[in-house]
């Protein structure tokens, strides 16, 4: 698996070909620069989201998540009459 940082939006990319591998437990080993560059520490939860039609799944840093959700809202409530 390849798997690739994007300090901008916070996420990860992990794609099927490239030198990374799940565990025989489950589990994707992010590499240490790619925790680092997004701040992320032991225990940090990630969502995962899988996209089977494009080979490839995102995972999410809560940072990423609380600014997608703060953009949400603001754009709900100034379409709100």
């Known amino acids: 698996m390849s ?3 994007n300090r901008r ?3 990860i990319t992990v794609r099927r070909h490239g030198p990374h591998a799940i565990s025989n437990q ?3 080993c992010i ?3 790619t925790r ?3 701040k992320i520490h032991p225990n940090d ?3 995962v989201a899988a996209l089977p039609d ?3 799944a995102v995972l999410y840093t809560m ?3 609380n600014v997608m959700v703060l953009a949400y809202q603001e754009a709900s409530s100034r379409a709100r009459p």
């Open 9 to 11: 939006d916070g996420t």
């Open 26 to 28: 489950g589990r994707l």
């Open 36 to 38: 680092l560059r997004l």
């Open 45 to 47: 939860r990630l969502l």
């Open 31 to 33: 590499p240490l620069n």
């Open 3 to 5: 798997i690739t940082a």
């Open 63 to 65: 940072t990423a998540l």
């Open 54 to 56: 494009q080979d490839m």
